[in-house]
């Protein structure tokens, strides 16, 4: 595939993804003809695209896959500003010489993305009028000229970096969980007013079980005879309230019961009694049933009113649902996975396939601790991972005060997240192999102590498969558009291009195609070195290893399944590069290096780049 092609590709993905007539009759043909374009906002240089101006055309739709515009390597200008377009900002890892980008006054969701930190030509950016939450990203790009981040829902302090600090306060004006300078704002004031709001934020929205209590507590509020005539309102009314949270919950109850009281004063008391008895009736029993946690392993110490009662807090939403953070009074921190997009399970096969995940034991398997079923509501509980996830900590912070990533550790996590899959490959508990599915940086945990945990194994049983086949990371092999099945080929593949992920400090693209292309090309044409990310590439001695490592990386990565090697050999050829590594170490104490390469690291540089 040329690259005219992938950029072609990119480019029609991204009209489908608008669905607009303009772009559907105009987007045909060749996008580049040497300097220009025919296609409507699209600019060329040197046949390849560089700018895409689409202003106000009315854009609708979301852009699904978030590395839609990888292949567009050299374009500079990207304005889709004043359109619909919703779901969240773009991957621009790839799009390393963007200077100007413009999203503003559009839909979009989710976090500012991490990918943007790395573009050192950015001049201009602009996110506002959008609903963007999260924090903002400690951008200190010197490039950067003009940024405008106001009207959306972000959080959190200001970041203090110079550039940030640069601009005033009109670029991040009208985003109310903001704080620091240059809006003046102190966060302590800001997080104790929000610290009465986070009580209960995960159960408050999730669970029935809680509206239900908070049903009864509105039943004292009233008398016995108002119920019937106000039964469906109330309802309502009660879910919204839970929204809210409890200060406001109080507040509307005492309204509601007013305005209650004035509407049925003409009602039949007896009618009203009878038909409350049963509904509370049927209440109680609701409860009972779906405030019950199940563990997998004893009592768990903690049920769902403890959940219930915990401060929660979103950490993202993922293909198959959202994660909460919860921490219990007892001190414990645990995530709750609410799953979204499943099959259409009966609870027993629900509780069988879970019941399998739940049985795996493996000490870099993310355990799962328990789960809560209920037709509308299905939960998975595990620990908090405290170094949080993989991609984060190969990606984030770059060109900040980032503690390294060094060779040792990545190198650890490789042979950690091999046994992993390795484990899942050969359980012979299951009655067939269910294989990872989808093997990627965001779900490899890191714990306390730095150990992988993988995550995420076997939604394979809980989803429904037309998603899965969108979403997981499996369905992308060169394989699968063929054979249209995942195996334990398909989480090699994934795995290799984990490996590539680690030692290149790039992500891969939308199919991990991209980022083997390239290190296959750079071997080839023996710019190697130049493939390593340059935190690891200092360290000299590690070299071989870190060489050896790609070549595993790449045979994981080979297009034909059969070529592959297995998960066991693959364990094999990882413990023999970290043993060989280890052992170097020991023999040659002397030479063991500083990995930041901070104190005496720049004598030890290997020159990898020609
Ligand atoms: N046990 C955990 N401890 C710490 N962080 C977690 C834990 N489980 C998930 N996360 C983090 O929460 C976020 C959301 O996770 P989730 O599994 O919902 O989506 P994802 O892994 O990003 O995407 P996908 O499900 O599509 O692979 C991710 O950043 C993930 O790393």
Known sequence: ETVAQREHDALTALKLSFGNPLLSANWSGSQCSTNRS??????????????????????????????????????????????????????????????????????????????????????????????????????????????????????????????????????????????????????????????NNAKNRLGLSSLNYLFIVADFVLFLALSWSLFALYSKTRECKAIANVRKGAGEADKNRDVEANSVQNSIQDSVQERVQNSMQISIQRRVEAAEETRKLTFMKGDGGFDLDNLLKSSAEGLGKGSFGSCYKAALDDGRVIVVKRLRDLRPLTKEEFIQNVSFLGALEHPNLMP??????????????????????????????????????????????????????????????????????????????????????????????????????????????????????????????SYGCLLLELLTGRSPGPKGVELHHWVHRAVREEWTGEVLDREIATQREAVKGMFDLLKLALSCCEASPEKRPQMGEVVTAVETIKNSMEENDSTDRSSSMDESGSSNGSSRTIRYIR
């Open 368 to 493: 799962l601790l328990g789960y809560y079923y209920s037709p509308e509501e299905k939960l998975l509980v595990y620990n908090f991972a405290t170094k949080g996830n993989l991609f984060n900590r190969i990606h984030r912070g770059r060109g900040t005060n980032r503690i390294p990533f060094k060779w040792s550790s990545r190198l650890a996590v490789a042979v950690g997240v091999a046994r992993a899959v390795e484990y899942l490959h050969l359980n012979a508990a299951a009655p067939t192999v269910i294989p990872h599915g989808n093997l990627r940086s965001p779900n490899v945990l890191l714990d306390e102590d730095d150990v992988a945990k993988v995550s995420d194994y076997g939604l394979i049983l809980l989803v429904a498969p037309s998603l899965a086949a969108q979403r997981m990371a499996a369905y992308r092999t060169p394989e699968y558009d063929q054979q249209r099945k995942v195996s334990k080929m398909s989480d090699v593949w």
């Open 38 to 195: 025919t296609w409507f906002g699209i600019g060329c240089t040197d046949n390849r695209v560089t700018s895409i101006a689409l202003q106000g055309l009315g854009l609708s739709g979301r852009i699904d896959d978030p590395l839609t515009l990888a292949p567009l390597t050299e374009l500079a200008l990207l304005s889709l500003r004043n359109n619909l377009i919703s779901g969240p900002v773009l991957n621009f890892s790839f799009n390393l010489k963007l200077a100007s980008l413009d999203l503003s006054k559009n839909s979009l969701t989710g976090p500012i993305s991490d990918s943007l930190l790395r573009l050192d030509k950015l001049e201009l950016l602009q996110l506002s009028d959008n609903k963007l939450n999260g924090s903002i990203p400690p951008f200190n790009q010197t490039s950067l000229k003009a940024f405008n981040v106001s009207n959306n829902n972000l959080t959190g302090e200001i970041p203090t970096t110079t550039i940030l600090q640069s601009f005033n306060q009109s670029s991040y004006l009208g985003n109310p969980g903001l704080c620091g300078e240059p809006i003046s704002i102190s966060c302590q004031s800001l997080e104790s007013a929000n610290d």
